[in-house]
């Protein structure tokens, strides 16, 4: 698959300039593809203005060397957000006590979809959340999607 290829090439690259590559996706409209790379810096997890371009320049370097993509496409370098994606399991650690919205892949207790807190992770390596009902575990496995909760992200200032 392209994407893990671009994310295998960029991943220590990224890194290597002080960022966390947190999402690669390609998308096609009407022939049209976009690559969209979402990072932040590792050391405080933001990015502004600066960071885009900089990571823009270098990301265009690396991806003519390597092409994995043979076809012509827009380059889009963002953070991830308010409602920054979580796509790895640190990422439930990093992001404790943070709201989350997390879609499972199965029904649990009866759905798919989950609001709460983050609360880390345990010793067996489960994800844990706490909802207005429940405190729940679940394998980073059985996560279809999980993202910072973004209204709760403005109302306490979580990103500034």
Same mark, same amino acid.
């Given at each position: 698959m392209?994407e893990e290829q671009i ?5 220590l690259r ?6 966390h590559?947190i ?5 096609s409209?009407?022939a049209?593809k976009t690559?969209q790379i979402m990072v932040?810096?590792i050391? =405080? #997890?933001?990015?502004? !203005?600066?960071?885009?371009v900089f990571?823009? %320049?270098?990301?265009?370097?690396? /991806? *003519? ?9 827009i380059?889009?370098v ?6 920054r994606?979580?796509?790895i399991?640190?990422d439930?650690?990093?992001?404790k ?5 997390i879609v499972l892949?199965e029904?649990f ?5 989950y609001?709460g807190?983050l609360?880390?992770i =345990? #010793?067996?390596?489960k !994800? ?6 429940? %405190?729940?575990?679940?394998n980073f /496995? *059985? ?6 909760d973004?209204?709760?992200a403005?109302?306490?200032n979580?990103?500034?």
């Open positions: 392209v994310r295998d090439l960029l991943l990224l890194k290597n300039l002080g960022y590559l999402r690669v996706k390609l998308t409209v009407n049209k690559l932040e810096r050391k =405080d #997890k933001k990015m502004d !203005i600066e960071d885009c990571l823009s %320049k270098h990301i265009s370097t690396f /991806l *003519e060397v390597d092409d994995p993509i043979s076809s012509s496409y380059l889009e963002s953070s991830g957000g308010l409602a994606p979580l796509t399991v640190d439930y650690e990093s992001f006590y943070n709201k989350a919205k892949k029904k207790l009866g759905k798919k979809t609001k807190f609360k880390g =345990d #010793k067996n390596g !994800i844990l959340l706490e909802t207005e009902n429940h %405190k729940i575990k679940f /496995l *059985e996560i279809e999607k999980a993202n910072i973004p209204n709760w403005i109302e306490n979580s990103f500034n």
